[in-house]
Antibody, heavy 128, light 106 residues
Framework: EVQLVEAGGGLVQPGRSLRLSCTAS????????TSWVRQAPGKGLEWVGF??????????EYDASVKGRFSISRDESNSIAYLEMNSLKTEDTAVYYC???????????????????WGQGTTVIVSS | IQLTQSPSSLSASVGDRVTITCRAS??????LAWYQQKPGKAPKLLIY???TLESGVPSRFSGSGSGTDFTLTISSLQPEDFATYYC?????????FGGGTKVEIK
């Protein structure tokens, strides 16, 4: 069974750090990218950032709201992705989902087209 | 790229045909996906590449459009379809989502 399981959420004070993990099973981890998406209480979905698979350089992209504070990485050998969150703000309070990012290769270039597998989410509360 | 969904909510009955619109602030070709989210659950992929049905998704769901204007249609609303629907563009970073459309029971 294809599965993503997030962990590491909790209550943290503003300005502090937290690291979330996302463990994949039943997936050929290295073939796909990983995105993180968050959802503040009662609000819509917000894309946080993305890491390409090692095959495509392992590089990252971030939303402007988290760029410079958040960092995404992957441990390919253990099929785990991480979201390192620093200088946390109250507005970072949300459920954080990791997702498998699927794409299609054309002419040697990959175009991502869907977040096709989602974890159950982990809750981060930033409050003093 | 901003995505504007309309309406933000709607009330419909079982068996109704429902159409949700997603408009992009600039052209995104066909790099658009639709997701369904039920309360307390993770979103579920319904459609990708604007019109391709994800495996296992009922055929009453369909998507169309390209460029800036897209639609998600549910041909005959079923009880399990009452949920919130989101569009997402994957043409350029950041991969933004629309604001969501909540489909409620009339």
């Amino acid at each position: 069974e294809v599965q993503l399981v997030e962990a590491g959420g909790g209550l943290v004070q503003p300005g502090r750090s937290l690291r979330l993990s996302c463990t994949a099973s039943g997936i050929t981890f290295g073939d796909y990218g990983t995105s993180w998406v968050r959802q503040a209480p009662g609000k819509g979905l917000e894309w946080v950032g993305f890491i390409r698979s090692k095959t495509y350089g392992g590089t990252t992209e971030y939303d402007a709201s988290v760029k410079g504070r958040f960092s995404i990485s992957r441990d390919e050998s253990n099929s785990i992705a991480y979201l390192e969150m620093n200088s946390l703000k109250t507005e970072d309070t949300a459920v954080y989902y990791c997702t498998r990012t699927r794409g299609m290769v054309r002419g040697g270039v990959i175009n991502y087209n869907a977040l096709d597998v989602w974890g159950q989410g982990t809750t981060v509360i930033v409050s003093s | 790229i901003q995505l504007t969904q309309s309406p933000s909510s709607l009330s419909a009955s079982v068996g109704d045909r429902v159409t949700i619109t997603c408009r992009a602030s600039q052209g995104i070709s066909s790099f658009l996906a639709w997701y369904q989210q039920k309360p307390g659950k993770a979103p579920k992929l319904l459609i990708y590449a604007a019109s391709t049905l994800e495996s296992g998704v009922p055929s009453r769901f369909s998507g169309s459009g390209s460029g800036t204007d897209f639609t998600l249609t549910i041909s005959s609303l079923q009880p399990e379809d009452f949920a919130t629907y989101y569009c997402q563009q994957l043409n350029s970073y950041p991969f933004t989502f629309g604001g969501g459309t909540k489909v409620e029971i009339k």
